[in-house]
């Protein structure tokens, strides 16, 4: 399995920007894919955005056009720039990362969209 760190949640208000870093370790080169879920209180975990190791993004609906996914094959890494933000985006996000069919979870970093 792979190790998965975050970084850069914290408390925002609405319109405002946060950008989420993820570094993988371990020698897999190039991770299949990785990717951001969300999980708010009370709901599911949900897929965010999420980029192949040929670079083809997916995002959610309802983030589509404000969040951008963006990885380093060679560093093994994976940021996702949140712009427009809404409270309905107020969750903790978690790193993912899917190779050899297993995922792999981050520790998760708190978001808060609020005023």
């Known amino acids: 399995q792979v190790q998965l760190v975050e970084s850069g949640g914290g408390l925002v208000q609405p319109g405002g920007s946060l950008r989420l870093s993820c570094a993988a370790s371990?020698?897999?080169?190039?991770?299949?894919?990785m990717g951001w879920y969300r999980q708010a209180p009370g709901k599911q975990r949900d897929s965010v955005a999420y980029?192949?190791?040929?670079?083809?993004?997916h995002y959610a609906d309802s983030v589509k056009g404000r969040f951008t996914i963006s990885r380093d094959n060679a560093k093994n890494t994976v940021s996702l720039q949140m712009n427009s933000l809404k409270p309905e985006d107020t969750a903790v996000y978690y790193c993912?990362?899917?190779?050899?069919?297993?995922?792999?979870w981050g520790q998760g970093t708190q978001v808060t969209v609020s005023s």
């Open positions: 993912n990362a899917l190779h050899n069919h297993l995922h792999s």
């Open positions: 371990g020698n897999i080169r190039p991770i299949f894919i």
């Open positions: 980029m192949t190791s040929g670079g083809i993004a």
